[in-house]
């Protein structure tokens, strides 16, 4: 699929909406169809197009989230800590131009234009289950590139043992970082092997569309299996470290979140149980996976751990 983003062209004016919503059966289903068709989304940044969209590995064939939920539903708290705060604020993240710093423990260092860190990258379309430590879950049909792939780019020497991720930081225009809810910016991390992992993602869309701000635009970080917060938005920096680097939540209250942060039923947030969830227009909570179903692909990467103590 050919995906073009003029500033003056909304993409749900482009018949390439249609046809992905088509091939997504989305428009068999009446409650979908004038939501998800006729929303105008947000524009986050013309410099960048997704191109072509090759479909990916791990798609869950779970009927996906609308376009209207997953805009208009989040947690991304440089924009207000209310769920609806990111889409009613979103026009205050400022994205082009955006650049992405890789730096650390790797043999070639560097700062790229977001479009030339894309670039040498084909888009995948993959739909994940989302997951947030709050208890309620989505399922969003990402379109971005293998996280692993980015980095190997970048040479990590022998000695890079994790991956720090650092999201945008501009209190100028940013309300929630007018306040300490947390310290800014937001930093997250992750071990790298599971940096490293397939199933870890780049996402710069979502829906076949460039991402909207209030899901991270431009560039942000997916990992499935782990809770939502460990997926940092608008990410500015990716630094290999050897030793573990700190985490927002963590920093904020460490007996609540831990730096694993694996999604598991059997370990409950110290306020709440893990064993359920909400999914985002369902009635009924249905029960949380270990791993949030992603248990096949990452299990292994814990073998000999002891997960309660590494929550
Ligand atoms: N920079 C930044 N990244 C963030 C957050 C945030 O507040 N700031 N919230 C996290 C949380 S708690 C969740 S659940 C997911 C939500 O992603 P979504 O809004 O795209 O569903 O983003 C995560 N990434
Ligand atoms: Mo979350």
Redesign the pocket.
């Known amino acids: 699929m050919l995906f073009k983003s003029p500033p003056d062209i909304r993409p749900s004016e482009i018949t390439d909406q249609a046809v992905y919503l088509d091939r997504r059966r989305f428009l068999c289903t009446a409650a979908v169809t004038g939501a998800a068709v006729l929303a105008a989304p947000q524009l986050a940044s013309a410099a960048v197009s997704l191109g072509e969209i090759k479909p990916g590995p791990f798609s869950t064939d779970e009927q996906p989230n609308s376009y209207d939920d ?1 805009t208009s539903y ?5 924009l207000g800590t209310g769920k609806s705060d ?1 889409k009613v604020n979103a026009r205050y993240l400022k994205t082009d131009p955006w650049s992405v710093t890789i730096d650390g423990e790797v043999s070639k260092p560097g700062t790229y234009a977001l479009e030339d860190l894309l670039a040498p990258h084909a888009i995948e379309e993959r739909t994940y289950r ?1 997951r ?2 709050e208890a309620w879950s ?1 399922v ?1 049909p990402w379109n971005g590139i293998p996280l692993g792939d980015v980095l190997k780019r970048f040479e990590p020497t022998s000695r890079a043992k994790y991956v720090a991720f650092t ?1 945008i930081l501009d209190p100028e225009n940013l309300p929630g970082q007018r306040r300490s809810v947390l310290d800014w910016p ?1 930093v997250e991390g992750l071990r790298i092997d599971e940096a490293m992992h397939p199933l870890t993602l780049l996402a710069v869309g979502l829906y076949g569309e460039i991402m909207p701000n ?3 635009a431009p560039i ?1 970080l997916v990992v499935p299996w782990k ?3 460990k ?4 990410i500015v920096r990716i630094t290999l470290t050897e030793d573990q680097p700190p985490t927002s939540w963590n920093l904020s209250s460490a007996r609540e979140y831990g730096f694993y942060s694996n999604v598991n039923p059997e370990v409950n947030h110290p306020r709440w149980s893990q064993a359920k969830e909400r999914r985002i227009g369902e009635f009924f909570k249905r029960p949380t996976l270990p791993f949030n179903g992603y248990g096949d692909q990452v299990a292994s990467l814990y073998n000999g751990m002891d997960l309660k103590a590494n929550f």
């Not at 989040?74 to 440089?78: A, G, K, T, V």
């Not at 997926?231 to 608008?234: G, I, L, M, R």
């Open positions: 997953i989040n947690n991304f708290y440089e990111p989302l947030c430590v989505m969003i999201s937001y209030q899901n991270g942000r809770y939502g917060f997926s940092a938005k608008s």
